[in-house]
């Protein structure tokens, strides 16, 4: 059994599917009583890129002041929340940010930041180790052909400046890549470069249909297939020569059932122990391990979901909301015999939970459709698990 693993950065552990940890050896990472919280903190953005959920470009005059900010963060400690992701827009643009993550991290929230990169610089990511940040995350969508077509000419060098601005300042650094049509035949590239880079994680998000996102700009699910091989093939390389990098995916939850089902054949111990920790992690968290609060104040089950609202931190602590009755979380949180279509009769529904309600409700207009950008085959859904 594959044993050799990374040092572990401690947010995101219900948002994604750490495919190095279930490799390493056996995961039994349940939820939390709290979520991960992504904080949509601004609108503001240099850059204009084709898929962004946000439609991030400029600042909002309704966004939240600093001391609206820093109440919201209360909220969130008084609470008991341990994980607060700082995006955007790019929250570099606020320039209050410092306050904020120094705000966070003395209430002992795990504060980590979400940015394009293109603005980092050394003094800035020494800034933001300085105030408490535990992790920077720098969106990177693979080689400068395919980076700077999704977000911008000029942005890949940009970006990769700041990844080697953050890595000097030894704060865990990442690089994130969301899976387009564009980009989805040059995951090689990437793979050398954050090994050659010393980036400490290798994110890999699957495309939400949400905000400049669009099904037409996501591979087809053959595609996705393959790539998911391909990044699955990565970490196992990786875990074998001892790179201190991991690889993670998120916003697909059919990566878990194919890590598993790639694995039942040759190794059905380990296969085992991969899906009981993928039942126990519990599949999809929208509204459940994972929320967002936008840039105006209001609180989403996901990033990506922006047409639903639990409510305002202006107007009650995040606990009260969190806490409260909405007839969608608690249907989100109790999904099991609302959802439709193949998602509802699939096999691995426990691993899974649904997958992606955001995608669903973009593609069929019901939050309880079958998401379309499942890729497992029918034999894989309604077969037998072992």
């Known amino acids: 059994m594959l044993s050799t693993k990374p040092e572990k950065e401690p947010l995101g552990e219900y948002v994604m599917l750490n495919i190095t ?58 609470y008991g929340v341990h994980a607060l992701i700082f995006s955007g827009g790019d929250p570099l643009e606020r320039s209050d940010l410092m306050e904020l993550v120094s705000h966070a991290s ?36 693979g080689d400068e052909e395919a980076n700077d077509a999704i977000r911008g000419k000029g942005s890949f060098r940009r970006a990769l400046e700041g990844i ?22 040059g995951l090689p590239f990437i793979f050398r470069l954050v090994e050659e880079e010393g980036v400490g994680r290798l994110y890999f998000s699957h495309l939400v249909y949400s905000g400049r996102g669009r099904r037409k700009d996501a591979p087809g699910n053959a595609e996705t297939r393959r790539a998911v091989d391909s990044i699955i093939g990565a ?17 697909n939850e059919a990566d878990g059932v194919c890590l598993y089902l790639k694995t039942r054949d040759h190794d059905p111990a380990m296969a085992q122990s991969i899906y009981a920790g993928l ?27 922006s047409t639903h609202s639990f409510g305002n931190v202006r107007e009650r602590p995040f606990g009260e909301i969190w806490e409260g009755n909405d007839a969608l979380k608690t249907a989100l949180r109790k999904r099991t015999g609302l959802i439709k279509g193949r998602c509802a009769a699939c096999i691995h529904f426990d691993a899974c939970n649904g997958n992606s309600r955001q995608r669903a409700l973009a593609e069929t207009g019901d939050p309880f459709g079958e998401d379309p950008a499942c890729y497992l085959t029918d034999a894989e859904v309604f077969g037998r698990r072992r």
């Open 279 to 305: 039942v126990t992690r519990g599949g999809n968290t929208s509204g459940v391990g994972i929320c967002s609060i936008d840039r105006e104040g209001f609180v989403h089950p996901d990033q990506f979901w």
């Open 21 to 78: 940890d279930l490799l390493g050896g056996p995961a039994r990472r349940a939820r939390g009583t709290r979520p991960v919280v992504v904080w949509n903190i601004t609108g503001a953005c240099g850059l204009r890129c084709l898929h962004c959920y946000s439609k991030a470009g400029a600042a909002d005059e309704r966004e939240l002041s600093t001391d609206e900010a820093l109440a919201a963060i209360d909220g969130l400690s008084d």
């Open 235 to 251: 970490a196992v390389d990786f875990l074998e020569r001892s790179v201190p990098s991991e690889i993670v995916t998120g916003s």
């Open 164 to 185: 080697r601005a953050s890595v000097r300042t030894g704060i865990p650094t990442g690089s994130r890549l969301t899976l387009t049509r564009l980009n989805i035949g």
């Open 106 to 141: 003395k209430r002992s929230l795990k504060a980590a930041i979400s940015t394009s990169g293109v603005t980092l610089d050394t003094e800035t990511a020494k800034r933001l180790k300085d105030a408490g940040a535990s992790y920077i995350g720098v969106s990177l969508e």
